[in-house]
């Protein structure tokens, strides 16, 4: 046996299967059983054999394969397997033959069974409610590596292949696959489902969904079926989604010139659901909440992620299912791009939420992630499948899709958009990297892409570029940005814009060095004195970096906001940077706030939700800094929101915006947070009512989640009756949305016994475990709480999240919001005995946060003079 293993070392502990045979077909069936949650199936793989072995390597993972239905049969012979071995830390089997293959294509057939698991991975089971009984469903969710869990195969996407699905199911059930229905044969209580054979496509996105559902359907004016799937009872709230979809893809047809490449879609909403959706070819799989839309209990809020949703699974049909990464390297361009042209759907389709302005918000969240040292680059070496969940983060999302708005500003929009659809025709049914895409837009444009891009892909991190006024010179430098303060190594090509006391003006260039000095006059056409005038570089954001400016362009900036001379993306980033250089230390506390004053007039719902998340953050840093400012700082806070929140009171105005409905909410939520006892009241009012008739008007879907904060910020041990009656609502709805919004507001109790009721609450079987990472950012009086909890609870959570992501956000959730260098060496310490490859570098970078907070909280306590300024701000009515 050792020589066995011996004989079999050269397959394991590798990144890649090995090449000496890939896939062309998969016949594929299975035979889930939803009483046992066993499943078994069999399935017939044409394999072309390329050189000379006697083995064939599969990925396989918590399946058992029967060595004697193991066959490879060619032209003239049938080859039994004589080994058939699984490493299970490899996830791989290895069959050996008695002979060399023959070279040339044959069918390999095996027999094999597994278990339904708990674990929203591979081929899995969620439950429902059907009649008041529980139920089981069928679900698959295989992006990035568990098609392995279902069927043996060859689970990389380059080893793209047809797919022709049968499923042997109870007859009173639906099911559905990427493609469609060819035939069903009836046998007893049982069904033989056989589907169309699929076009090529990796095994990530082949997908098996078997339940009751009820559905909603439209047809495209190119007569692709489209269909919406639910729960029973449900369809309704599929009707939203259904219409965005259908637009979708006439519009993506158009952008990319390139039709959809299935013959229908269909779209189904699953309880138990572990990323927010997932786009397998013809069949996009989401969570309730991204999906279902209720007239009457959806928020504004939730109407805009169902569109970012659809619009961003459905750009993946294209960029993803038919033009596919070559290696999970690569998984940016997929989810990059994807997140990019989903805000160009949703602001084709509704132009007055003005989502390019919100998709600063996508922007921040890349800069802030990557403005850590334990960042990596948006193209990041992946050697072992068990490290590839941790890079769908906001490098690989939202980082990747500022750097391609960034190019598509810098190319322009028609040049970029004939790239794009070059690029999907060139590589349509086959895989690429990203200097493929690089290649194809520097061809079309004329541009030097490749030069300008790998700057931006290959290397971590990104610049802050310094901008002074110096007589008549401007001069820019670029330095790494990092949150801890100092400044690392790295060089980009900056594509700088600039505009100069009005947007006529704008100038742009490209900073390739260190550093470079432009003569005011040369650049601009005019002089500029410094203090009186506004100089804004990085127009409208379009721009990956931040931007530091000496104190007389800060001055004029501040003045040019108040004036309202800005437009709504450059208030909002100018915020935005100087809240990343002051909690970099690299300004002080004190000119933060007294730039924040100049938005006290501020009416955009981009920049004030930019602002209120600032201002909690500023909160509850001072709040470990110097507990007795708090008041000061929070009451500065409250006058500056006031104005707006009065100006849209707390009623919904028949006809107002979209971006009213949600900023409305938001602005309540941030007053209730400061202690703005009339805020308070009204709320708590509001709750009262609500609690005694659940269809009454003064609670709209936009409010609650504000109402709910307000009650729970009154909740204590002797008074719980608040958080009881929210446990209540959570029980009696059936809406996700609602459970979710109940979910995120319990823990902002200030009561840390009531936040350890809670958080044990959620580890019940009344929450869904993709619920849970909802509940665990709690107020800062139970950060403790929460931390005892994680360790208390580690075992319980890595068996139920196992290596899939959602474990990384619940550390990154309880540990990121610490503020000692002495709580960071117990984080540190707890987690030295208990790591796995699928949270190290969620870990490294949730310590680095509170390293940072750490000296930001010192900073403030060194600033002897913040005391004094800060009562000033506070006193000074606007």
């Not at 989604?241 to 013959?263: H, I, Q, R, W």
């Not at 100006?647 to 939520?669: N, T, Y």
């Not at 879907?701 to 204590?716: E, H, I, K, Q, T």
């Not at 949305?737 to 580890?763: A, W, Y």
Request: aromatic share 10%; with cysteine.
């Amino acid at each position: 046996m050792a020589e066995q293993n011996q004989k079999y070392s050269q397959f394991r502990g590798q990144p890649r299967l090995p090449k000496f045979a890939t896939p062309k077909r998969y016949d594929l069936t299975l035979n889930p059983d939803l009483a046992t949650c066993k499943f078994t199936g069999s399935v017939q793989i044409s394999v072309d054999v390329v050189s000379d072995t006697k083995f064939l390597v599969l990925n396989a993972a918590e399946l058992s394969v029967s060595s004697k239905s193991a066959k490879f049969a060619s032209a003239n012979k049938v080859l039994e397997a004589v080994e058939v071995e699984l490493f299970a830390e490899d996830e791989i089997v290895v069959l050996e033959f008695k002979e060399s293959l023959p070279i040339g294509v044959g069918v390999l057939t095996m027999e094999f069974e597994g278990t339904l698991n708990d674990n929203m991975k591979g081929f899995y089971r969620s439950t429902y409610e059907h009649n008041g009984e529980k139920k089981n469903m069928a679900v698959t969710q295989f992006e990035p590596v568990d098609a392995r869990r279902c069927f043996p195969c060859w689970d990389e996407p380059a080893c793209k292949a047809t797919f022709k699905i049968t499923l042997d199911v109870p007859s009173d059930l639906v099911a559905l696959s990427n493609m469609p229905i060819t035939e069903e044969i009836q046998n007893g209580n049982l069904k033989a489902i056989y589907f169309q054979e699929s076009p090529v496509m990796s095994t990530y996105l082949v997908a098996v969904v078997v339940g009751m559902f009820d559905y909603v359907e439209d047809i495209t004016p190119e007569g692709i079926n489209v269909r919406v799937y639910c729960q029973v009872g449900k369809a309704s709230q599929g009707k939203f989604a259904l219409d965005v979809a259908v637009k979708t893809l006439g519009l993506y047809k158009e952008y990319f010139d390139v039709p959809y490449s299935l013959p229908k879609l269909d779209m189904i909403a699953i309880p138990d659901f572990a990323p927010g959706a997932m786009e397998n070819y013809g069949l996009v799989t989401y969570r309730e909440t991204d999906l279902l839309y209720d007239e009457k209990h959806s928020a504004a809020a939730n109407k805009q992620m169902v569109v970012t949703a659809v619009t961003h699974e459905l750009a993946h049909q294209w960029f993803g299912n038919l033009v596919t990464m070559e290696w999970w390297t690569d998984l940016w361009l997929n989810e990059g791009f994807a997140t990019w042209v989903s805000y160009l759907a949703a602001d084709s389709l509704f132009p007055d939420w003005k989502v390019w302005t919100q998709f600063l918000s996508e922007c921040s969240e890349g800069l802030q992630l990557d403005g850590l040292a334990e960042s990596h680059p948006i193209e990041v070496d992946i050697s072992h499948a068990s490290e590839v969940g941790e890079i769908f983060d906001a490098i690989s999302y939202q980082k990747g899709a500022s750097v391609i708005r960034m190019l598509q500003s810098y190319l322009g929009p028609e040049s970029f958009q004939r790239g794009l659809a070059s690029y999907i025709k060139k590589y349509a049914c086959s895989n690429a990297k990203t200097e493929d895409l690089w290649s194809v837009l520097q061809e079309e444009s004329g541009e030097p892409v490749n030069k300008l891009m790998n700057s931006w892909t290959k290397q971590i991190g990104y610049p802050v570029v310094s901008v002074k006024l110096n007589d008549q010179s401007l001069e820019f430098e670029q330095s790494r940005f990092l949150f801890t303060g100092s400044h690392g190594d790295g060089q980009w090509v900056v594509p700088i814009t600039l505009c100069s006391g009005s947007y006529d003006a704008r100038k742009s260039f490209l900073l390739e060095t260190k550093s470079k000095t432009l003569d005011v006059k040369d650049l601009l056409g005019v002089s500029v004195s410094s203090g009186h005038h506004w100089i804004k570089v990085n127009v409208e954001q379009t721009g990956f970096y931040r931007v530091k400016y000496d104190e007389g362009l800060s001055s004029g900036l501040r003045n040019a906001i108040e004036r309202k001379y800005l437009s709504t993306c450059d208030r909002s980033g100018i915020l935005d940077d100087y809240y990343s250089l002051s909690t970099s230390c690299e300004q002080s506390l004190i000119s933060l706030l007294a730039l924040m004053s100049a938005y006290r007039e501020e009416p955009e719902y981009t920049v004030l939700s930019n602002l209120i998340s600032i201002a909690s953050m500023v909160a509850k840093i001072v709040a470990d800094a110097s507990p007795e400012l708090v008041g000061d700082v929070k009451l500065f806070f409250i006058n500056l929101f006031q104005n707006s929140a009065e100006r849209l009171g707390w009623d919904p105005k028949p006809g107002e915006s979209h971006l009213d409905s949600m900023l409305r909410g938001e602005l309540l939520k941030a007053l209730a947070s400061f202690g703005h006892e009339a805020t308070l009241d009204e709320a708590n009012q509001r709750f009262r009512i609500f609690l005694e008739d659940r269809n009454t008007t003064v609670l709209p879907p936009d409010l609650r989640s504000a109402v709910y904060v307000a009650v729970m910020l009154g909740v204590n041990k002797s008074n719980k009756s608040g958080y009881d009656s929210l446990l209540r609502i959570y029980r009696e709805t059936d809406l996700s949305q609602e459970k979710t919004r109940i979910l995120g507001s319990l823990g902002s109790c200030r009561d840390p016994e009531i936040v350890q009721e809670f958080l044990d609450f959620l580890l019940s079987s009344e929450v869904r475990s993709q619920d849970v990472v909802v509940g665990v950012s709690v107020s800062s009086e139970s950060r403790e709480t929460a931390w005892n909890w994680l360790k208390a609870n580690w075992d319980h959570l890595t068996k139920t999240y196992g290596s899939g992501f959602l474990l990384a956000h619940i550390i990154s959730a309880i540990v990121s919001p610490f503020s000692s260098y002495e709580k960071a060496d117990e984080v540190e310490e707890f987690f030295s005995s208990r790591m796995m490859p699928n949270i190290a570098r969620t870990l490294k970078q949730s310590i680095e946060r509170v390293h940072i907070n750490a000296a930001w909280v010192k900073s403030i306590q060194n600033d002897k003079d913040l005391p004094h300024d800060v009562k000033e701000l506070a006193s000074s009515k606007y």
